[in-house]
């Protein structure tokens, strides 16, 4: 009897560390490719794990990612109820301050913006306006322009609630120097107001002027009226 074993075959499957049944079907398999792709077949056989190992990796760095991306929509959209529950309960401007003023600390950045708001225009009413005042001034720093025309225009209200006139004054005067067309009379409202504040006749008398030729409201009468007062005065 002859005992000799048999030789493996040379297009044996390499041991890829896969089950018999796996090995036996890509074996199958491997006869009927074409000897073209036969290179890239072998290729892929001898390398199944690490190339599933490998996707595995993308798949799960994919979930990790998607993961957070979740994670995050819904503390942004938890901390949005948690504002929403500050303005509905907290009626009364100080205790409306001081939970803005707190909730700001740990608020989701894309929400800092619309509690900013909320916490200068309630600090304002609160008469606290030094708070105010450094809440416009960080809103000044949004890369919207509209934004940072209306932050200014309420950091120079703060301003002049806090008798600082003369530096009102200069951040309007500013403002309005780079300010599209569209802010101008607005602008020159609140210059208006800022210059008379800070005694400075003959800039108060230029804005009312202004005012009383380019406004046509109901208050050019008094816009005129002012331009022609201060006018004697300068």
């Excluded at 720093?141 to 004054?169: N, T, W």
Aim: net charge neutral; with cysteine.
């Amino acid at each position: 009897m002859d005992d000799k074993k048999k030789q493996p075959q040379d297009n044996a499957p390499a041991d890829s560390g896969l089950t018999p049944g796996v090995a036996e079907q890509l074996e199958q398999i491997k006869k009927a490719v074409p000897d073209t792709s036969q290179r890239l077949f072998d290729f892929l056989v001898s390398n199944l794990k690490p190339i599933a190992i490998g996707c595995g990796a993308i798949v799960l760095a994919a979930a990790v990612y998607a993961g957070v991306d979740s994670w995050r929509a819904r503390s942004a959209a938890k901390a949005a109820d948690q504002l929403g529950l500050i303005l509905i309960e907290k009626t009364e401007p100080k205790a409306r301050v001081q939970a803005l003023d707190d909730f700001l600390k740990d608020a989701p950045g894309r929400l800092r913006p619309a509690i900013l708001l909320e916490l200068a225009g309630s600090a304002m009413l609160d008469k606290q306006f030094d708070k105010a005042a450094t809440a416009w001034q960080e809103l000044e720093g949004s890369p919207s322009p509209d934004m940072k025309i209306i932050a200014s225009i309420g950091r120079a209200k703060c301003l002049l609630m806090s008798d600082k006139a003369p530096e009102a004054l200069a951040l309007l005067e500013g403002v309005k120097a780079k300010a599209p067309e569209s802010y101008a009379l607005a602008l020159t409202r609140q210059i208006a107001v800022a210059a008379e504040q800070a005694g400075n006749a003959q800039a108060a008398q230029a804005a009312y002027a202004e005012l009383a030729e380019k406004d046509t409201g109901p208050g050019k009468p008094y816009f005129e009226y002012k331009a022609n007062h201060l006018k004697s005065k300068s």
